[in-house]
C-alpha cells in the first residue's frame, strides 16, 4: 500500500508491503509519483493509496472513503478552511488518477472524527444570520485520537470510557472522548484555533485583529501573520520548532518560557476537559517522536495526581510506557504513533469490510 501526507511545502509517502517499507518525499506535486516509482518500481504493482486529507468539513464527513469523482471538487471546496492544505493535496490527486488509475485511492480525513460533536460544543455564538452549518468546530488529528481510543481499548482490562488524548507535535491538540465519542477538541472552525504551535498563534482574543488591521494590514495580511508568522517562533523573533522546545529548553533560558507556556496549555486544556467529561478514565499523551518528547510526557504525566493518578516509575508497554500504578483511578499513558503503520492499517480494513460487503 502506498500513503500520502501532502502539504504545501511537500509530500511525504511511505510504501508499505509485507514488513518491506521505502519512505520518501517531493518537493512538487509533479514529482510525487516519478519518485516514488523509482524508488519501488511500476506504481501497477504498488497496490491501494491512502491520502490524508486534513479538512473535510461538511462534504466528507467519514474517516476513511474512496476517492470518488466528486471528491476532488468536495476537496477543493473545503480549502477555504485550511487553503495550502486542500488545494495542494488536490493537485497530487488529480496526478493521481492518471499515474494510478487502476488503483484503489481511499481518502484519510482528519475532521471525520468530530464530525458528531455535541451542538453545544461545535457551535460559535454568533448571530444566526450568519450561523450557516459550516461554520462550526471540526477538530482535527481525529485518525490519531481514534487510534489512541482503540490502543488504550485493546491494551486495558477494563477499557477505560473517559479518555482525554493530548497529539504531541508540531500541531498539538487534545480531544476529550467519552463511551468512544469525542466531546470536546482543542481545535475549532480551523487548526488555528487552540493551543499554539510553532508558527500559529492558537487561542486569541478575536478583536486583537482589529487592533492589528488599525496599524496598516489587510485581513489577507493579518491571516498570515496569525496562522504562519505567530505561534512560538513569533514570540521568539526565529524559527523554532515544538521538538526544539522541549529538546532545548533546559540549555536555553528563552525556550524555557516558551516551553512553560506550552505545558501550562496543555494542563489548562486537560483540566477543562476533565471537568467536561465528568472525570478521567485514562489520558494518553500520543507521539510520532518519543525519543523527543518522552521525556516530556513524563515531566507532564506526574502533574496529573489532582485527576487522581497515583504516577508511578515508567513501565514499558509495547506501544509506549505506562506512567501510573496498577491500581490508580486514572490510567496514564505514553503513546508512540507510528503514523505510516496506523493509516496501512486502517485503509486495509476498510478494503475488507468493503470486499466483504460485496
Same mark, same amino acid.
Given at each position: 500500500?502506498?500513503?500520502?501526507?501532502?502539504?504545501?511545502?511537500? %509530500?511525504?509517502? !511511505?510504501?508499505?508491503?509485507?514488513?518491506?517499507?521505502?519512505?520518501?518525499?517531493?518537493?512538487?506535486?509533479?514529482?510525487?509519483?516519478?519518485?516514488?516509482? $523509482?524508488?519501488?518500481?511500476?506504481?501497477?504493482?504498488?497496490?491501494?493509496? =491512502?491520502?490524508?486529507?486534513?479538512?473535510?468539513?461538511?462534504?466528507?464527513?467519514?474517516?476513511?472513503?474512496?476517492?470518488?469523482?466528486?471528491?476532488?471538487?468536495?476537496?477543493?471546496? !473545503?480549502?477555504?478552511?485550511?487553503?495550502?492544505?486542500?488545494?495542494?493535496?488536490?493537485?497530487?490527486?488529480?496526478?493521481?488518477?492518471?499515474?494510478?488509475?487502476?488503483?484503489?485511492?481511499?481518502?484519510? !480525513?482528519?475532521?471525520?472524527?468530530?464530525?458528531?460533536?455535541?451542538?453545544?460544543?461545535?457551535?460559535?455564538?454568533?448571530?444566526?444570520?450568519?450561523?450557516?452549518?459550516?461554520?462550526? $468546530?471540526?477538530?482535527? &488529528? =481525529?485518525? @490519531?485520537?481514534?487510534?489512541?481510543?482503540?490502543?488504550? $481499548?485493546?491494551?486495558?482490562?477494563?477499557?477505560?470510557?473517559?479518555?482525554?488524548?493530548?497529539?504531541?507535535?508540531?500541531? %498539538?491538540?487534545?480531544?476529550?472522548?467519552?463511551?468512544?465519542?469525542?466531546?470536546?477538541?482543542?481545535? =475549532?472552525?480551523?487548526?488555528?484555533?487552540?493551543?499554539?504551535?510553532?508558527?500559529? @498563534?492558537?487561542?486569541?482574543?478575536? %478583536?486583537?485583529?482589529?487592533?492589528?488591521?488599525?496599524?496598516?494590514?489587510?485581513?489577507?495580511?493579518?491571516?498570515?501573520?496569525?496562522?504562519?508568522?505567530?505561534?512560538?517562533?513569533?514570540?521568539?523573533?526565529?524559527? !523554532?520548532?515544538?521538538?526544539?522546545?522541549?529538546?532545548?529548553?533546559?540549555?536555553?533560558?528563552?525556550?524555557?518560557?516558551?516551553?512553560?507556556?506550552?505545558?501550562?496549555?496543555?494542563?489548562?486544556?486537560?483540566?477543562?476537559?476533565?471537568?467536561?467529561?465528568?472525570?478521567?478514565?485514562?489520558?494518553?499523551?500520543?507521539?510520532?517522536?518519543?525519543?523527543?518528547?518522552?521525556?516530556?510526557?513524563?515531566?507532564?504525566?506526574?502533574?496529573?495526581?489532582?485527576? =487522581?493518578?497515583?504516577?508511578?516509575?515508567?513501565?514499558?508497554?509495547?506501544?509506549?510506557? $505506562?506512567?501510573?500504578?496498577?491500581?490508580?483511578?486514572?490510567?496514564?499513558?505514553?503513546?508512540?504513533?507510528?503514523?505510516?503503520?496506523?493509516?496501512?492499517?486502517?485503509?486495509?480494513?476498510?478494503?475488507?469490510?468493503?470486499? &466483504?460487503?460485496?
Amino acid at each position: 500500500m502506498l500513503l500520502f501526507d501532502v502539504t504545501p511545502l511537500d %509530500t511525504h509517502w !511511505c510504501f508499505i508491503e509485507r514488513g518491506r517499507r521505502v519512505e520518501g518525499e517531493a518537493l512538487v506535486a509533479e514529482d510525487v509519483f516519478p519518485r516514488v516509482e $523509482r524508488r519501488i518500481g511500476s506504481l501497477r504493482n504498488a497496490g491501494p493509496a =491512502g491520502f490524508v486529507l486534513y479538512h473535510g468539513g461538511e462534504l466528507i464527513v467519514e474517516p476513511v472513503s474512496f476517492v470518488r469523482p466528486d471528491s476532488i471538487p468536495f476537496i477543493r471546496k !473545503c480549502s477555504r478552511f485550511i487553503p495550502e492544505y486542500n488545494d495542494a493535496l488536490a493537485n497530487v490527486l488529480a496526478l493521481a488518477e492518471t499515474a494510478m488509475p487502476d488503483a484503489p485511492r481511499i481518502l484519510l !480525513c482528519e475532521t471525520a472524527f468530530f464530525h458528531d460533536l455535541p451542538e453545544y460544543v461545535h457551535t460559535y455564538a454568533v448571530p444566526s444570520a450568519l450561523s450557516e452549518p459550516s461554520l462550526r $468546530r471540526y477538530g482535527g &488529528s =481525529g485518525l @490519531c485520537h481514534e487510534w489512541v481510543l482503540d490502543s488504550l $481499548r485493546f491494551g486495558s482490562p477494563v477499557p477505560p470510557a473517559r479518555i482525554i488524548s493530548i497529539y504531541l507535535g508540531e500541531n %498539538t491538540n487534545v480531544a476529550a472522548i467519552d463511551a468512544g465519542k469525542p466531546v470536546e477538541t482543542t481545535l =475549532g472552525f480551523t487548526p488555528v484555533e487552540g493551543l499554539s504551535t510553532a508558527h500559529a @498563534c492558537g487561542d486569541i482574543d478575536p %478583536t486583537v485583529v482589529f487592533q492589528i488591521q488599525s496599524t496598516g494590514l489587510s485581513f489577507n495580511d493579518i491571516s498570515q501573520l496569525l496562522v504562519r508568522r505567530s505561534g512560538f517562533a513569533g514570540y521568539l523573533g526565529r524559527e !523554532c520548532s515544538i521538538a526544539e522546545i522541549v529538546r532545548d529548553a533546559g540549555r536555553n533560558p528563552e525556550l524555557a518560557v516558551a516551553l512553560d507556556i506550552y505545558s501550562y496549555q496543555i494542563r489548562k486544556y486537560v483540566g477543562a476537559f476533565a471537568a467536561a467529561l465528568g472525570g478521567v478514565d485514562a489520558v494518553a499523551f500520543v507521539t510520532e517522536d518519543m525519543e523527543t518528547y518522552g521525556d516530556f510526557v513524563r515531566t507532564q504525566g506526574s502533574t496529573l495526581g489532582f485527576l =487522581g493518578a497515583r504516577v508511578a516509575p515508567a513501565e514499558a508497554a509495547p506501544q509506549g510506557f $505506562r506512567l501510573t500504578a496498577g491500581d490508580s483511578p486514572v490510567e496514564v499513558r505514553g503513546l508512540f504513533y507510528d503514523k505510516w503503520k496506523a493509516l496501512s492499517a486502517r485503509a486495509s480494513d476498510f478494503l475488507k469490510r468493503r470486499t &466483504s460487503e460485496k
